[in-house]
């Protein structure tokens, strides 16, 4: 990346107090690596694949029992694709923002915090918000099938984000992952949604689950595309992945499977939460899903 600014997205939930000792510091440290690892669907395995750390001491790293050097922290860092500051207890922003602006939002919630950056890109951005409606949200919720049918309700294309970073990659996203890892997969998806704008002046925009890790990516959308959060309980996302006939997720031990959904659509909340609106699949029929998507986005698809 060089001197290009990243575009990443914090990966942590809260912001870490100030350490005192440097036993508190290096369990920061643990807790924010694999806080970030886990918001970001890595598995231990292709962490330790693309930083060339063994999952042996990356486990030890995240537990806090390994006194991780800078070295070994950048390659990490490099790996998730995320600035380093991201996993160091945090400092103060004080003295990065204007008085002003330091004080209208420093006593705003996170899920404020991240209404009032989608809502100045919207104001800031010289292009008009409204190009369509995106959907969001974990594998599983129903995105694929609800924007399916609300395209041709509509009459409105629909596009699936991952299917345009396989064409613009030539490759699969599995095989994506393995040759280029987190870094190579986000920089095709914001060169996906750049070319989903530039190609259609309306569309329903279907994205990947991980997507809302992504800042700026992320806020692009917020700004460009009534956005909607397609949310189902950790049961029924599994349930329906297994029915779609994927069974990857029972593999091994499925309680630690269950486990890990749980807490990724827990860590994410706040960035899918920043959606324009929320539509609950859970427990309800397909035609009663469509019935309240139509309702909530026919103004933005005319």
């Given at each position: 990346?060089?001197?290009?600014?990243?575009?990443?997205?914090?990966?942590?939930?809260?912001?870490?107090?100030?350490?005192?000792?440097?036993?508190?510091?290096?369990?920061?440290?643990?807790?924010?690596?694999?806080?970030?690892r886990v918001r970001l669907g890595l598995?231990?395995?292709?962490?330790?694949?693309?930083?060339?750390?063994?999952?042996?001491?990356?486990?030890?790293?995240?537990?806090?029992?390994?006194?991780?050097?800078?070295?070994?922290?950048?390659?990490?860092?490099?790996?998730?694709?995320?600035?380093?500051?991201?996993?160091?207890?945090?400092?103060?922003?004080?003295?990065?923002?204007?008085?002003?602006?330091?004080?209208?939002?420093?006593?705003?919630?996170?899920?404020?915090?991240?209404?009032?950056?989608?809502?100045l890109e919207a104001h800031l951005s010289?292009?008009?918000?409204?190009?369509?409606?995106?959907?969001?949200?974990?594998?599983?919720?129903?995105?694929?099938?609800?924007?399916?049918?609300?395209?041709?309700?509509?009459?409105?294309?629909?596009?699936?984000?991952?299917?345009?970073?396989?064409?613009?990659?030539?490759?699969?996203?599995?095989?994506?992952?393995?040759?280029?890892?987190?870094?190579?997969?986000?920089?095709?998806?914001?060169?996906?949604?750049?070319?989903?704008?530039?190609?259609?002046?309306?569309?329903?925009?279907?994205?990947?689950?991980?997507?809302?890790?992504?800042?700026?990516?992320?806020?692009?959308?917020?700004?460009?595309?009534?956005?909607?959060?397609?949310?189902?309980?950790?049961?029924?996302?599994?349930?329906?992945?297994?029915?779609?006939?994927?069974?990857?997720?029972?593999?091994?031990?499925?309680?630690?499977?269950?486990?890990?959904?749980?807490?990724?659509?827990?860590?994410?909340?706040?960035?899918y939460q920043a959606a324009h609106f929320?539509?609950?699949?859970?427990?309800?029929?397909?035609?009663?899903?469509?019935?309240?998507?139509?309702?909530?986005?026919?103004?933005?698809?005319?």
């Amino acid at each position: 990346m060089g001197a290009q600014r990243r575009a990443v997205k914090s990966c942590n939930s809260k912001q870490s107090a100030a350490c005192n000792t440097a036993e508190e510091c290096i369990a920061q440290i643990a807790h924010r690596i694999k806080d970030c690892r886990v918001r970001l669907g890595l598995t231990r395995r292709l962490l330790s694949v693309h930083s060339g750390i063994s999952e042996r001491y990356l486990s030890q790293i995240e537990a806090g029992k390994a006194n991780i050097s800078v070295a070994l922290l950048w390659r990490i860092t490099q790996a998730m694709d995320v600035d380093m500051h991201e996993v160091l207890p945090t400092s103060s922003i004080r003295g990065e923002l204007s008085s002003p602006l330091f004080h209208l939002i420093k006593n705003l919630s996170p899920k404020q915090q991240d209404q009032a950056a989608g809502l100045l890109e919207a104001h800031l951005s010289p292009v008009p918000r409204s190009r369509g409606v995106a959907l969001i949200g974990l594998r599983g919720a129903g995105k694929s099938e609800l924007g399916n049918l609300l395209g041709d309700h509509s009459g409105v294309p629909f596009v699936d984000l991952v299917q345009v970073i396989e064409q613009l990659s030539g490759m699969e996203v599995g095989e994506l992952f393995a040759l280029g890892g987190q870094s190579a997969y986000r920089r095709f998806e914001q060169q996906a949604l750049d070319h989903v704008l530039k190609s259609y002046n309306k569309a329903i925009v279907e994205t990947g689950g991980s997507l809302v890790m992504q800042h700026d990516t992320y806020h692009k959308l917020l700004a460009r595309y009534h956005t909607v959060w397609i949310k189902a309980s950790a049961d029924e996302h599994m349930q329906r992945v297994i029915a779609q006939g994927d069974l990857r997720p029972m593999r091994g031990n499925a309680r630690a499977a269950m486990g890990d959904l749980k807490r990724i659509l827990a860590e994410r909340q706040k960035e899918y939460q920043a959606a324009h609106f929320t539509l609950d699949t859970t427990g309800r029929s397909v035609h009663s899903c469509l019935s309240e998507l139509v309702q909530e986005t026919s103004s933005y698809l005319q």
